[in-house]
């Protein structure tokens, strides 16, 4: 089984490596913060003259590993960081 290790003071919570991630065994941490704002975030999207609102989204944080028994060790989430945050390094178990 893979750990996923992160430098947290370089994630910049993009979600590409939950986004690529090929058997979906990462996931993103959902922010609880106790501020005015809340846990969830609005957006307009302005492609057009007709910006588009979209429902309200939890604010996500950082990568963990959610199903760490489906990650397989290939490594796409390492290689596409954008900021070189993340690890994955093989479990060693004491036997």
């Known amino acids: 089984m893979y750990i996923l290790k992160l430098n947290a003071k370089n994630c910049i919570s993009c979600a590409i490596c939950m986004d690529i991630c090929v058997p979906k065994a990462i996931g993103l941490r959902i922010h609880k ?9 609005t957006f307009l999207e302005l492609k057009n003259n007709f910006n588009e609102e979209h429902l309200p989204k939890q604010m996500m944080t950082f990568p963990f590993l959610a199903k760490p028994e489906l990650c397989n060790g290939c490594m796409l989430c390492v290689e596409e960081c954008p900021v ?11 036997a």
């Open 33 to 41: 913060g106790k501020t005015i704002e809340g846990n969830y975030f």
């Open 84 to 94: 070189s945050s993340i690890e994955i390094l093989l479990e060693v178990s004491a």
